[in-house]
């Protein structure tokens, strides 16, 4: 649980700097959710918006269609995935998705668009974007870095438009973990290069 606060109060600062920082990349988009507010705080405004919240019940049926959904397009990728409870988990190597000024790489983008159509058309859920890189680097800059990243993931979701389907900004939430979550060696490149990562949580709304 403290573990838990320490990084939400790590990322609520990173997020004050980020109005005074250029380091932070401002984005033209209305980012709702992004700027920190709760998951309990969305729904309300989620279902002022038309979206119905799911039963208790049924959650784990609707995430698994959602799931089941993914996957053919998920495998044409080198984005990982797997379900956790209710949750559905995605992570995908930054190199892969991101060139060095942070834009989405245009190798990715057609996968990308099939996966968001379907997390359109299945709203009832939130997602959470979390950038972590790895232990190369000032740790105050990884943790801008990962910030950074989540927020570029997080606006090709929101700029995705197929006819009337989007992704809207209520939905998404973000969070930048810096080094702190590293999951391989850091001394080595490959073990870098995992540490540097994305990862994209989706949740039942309930």
């Known amino acids: 649980m ?14 004050a700097c980020a109005s005074t920082s250029n380091e932070i990349r401002n984005s033209t988009a209305s ?7 709760s998951k309990i705080v969305q729904k309300p405004t989620l279902i002022k918006l038309g979206v119905e919240p799911l039963k208790i019940n049924d959650a784990r049926a609707y995430m698994t269609n959602l799931f089941n959904a993914l996957v053919p397009d998920l495998e ?5 995935y797997q379900m956790a409870g209710t949750d559905i988990i995605l992570t995908i190597q930054s190199h892969i998705i991101l060139d060095d000024r942070m ?8 996968q990308l668009d099939n996966m968001l159509l379907t997390l359109a058309q299945y709203d009832r859920n ?16 990884n943790l ?20 009337k389907l989007r992704i809207i900004p209520e939905r998404i939430f973000i969070n930048g973990m810096g080094e702190s979550m590293w999951i391989a060696d850091n001394s080595t490149r490959e073990g870098q290069l995992l540490n540097h990562r994305i990862e994209i949580r989706i949740s ?3």
């Open 204 to 206: 039942p709304l309930i």
């Open 76 to 80: 044409k990728t080198n984005i990982t």
């Open 31 to 37: 980012f709702g959710a992004l700027t920190g507010k």
């Open 144 to 163: 801008r870095k990962s910030v950074n990243e989540a927020q570029s993931v997080a606006d090709y979701f929101m700029e995705f438009r197929n006819k």
């Open 2 to 15: 403290l573990k838990k606060i320490f990084s939400a109060s790590v990322f609520l600062l990173c997020v």
């Open 103 to 110: 834009n989405i790489l245009s190798s990715i983008k057609p």
């Open 126 to 141: 939130f997602i959470e974007i979390t950038g972590h890189t790895s232990s190369v680097g000032k740790k105050n800059d």
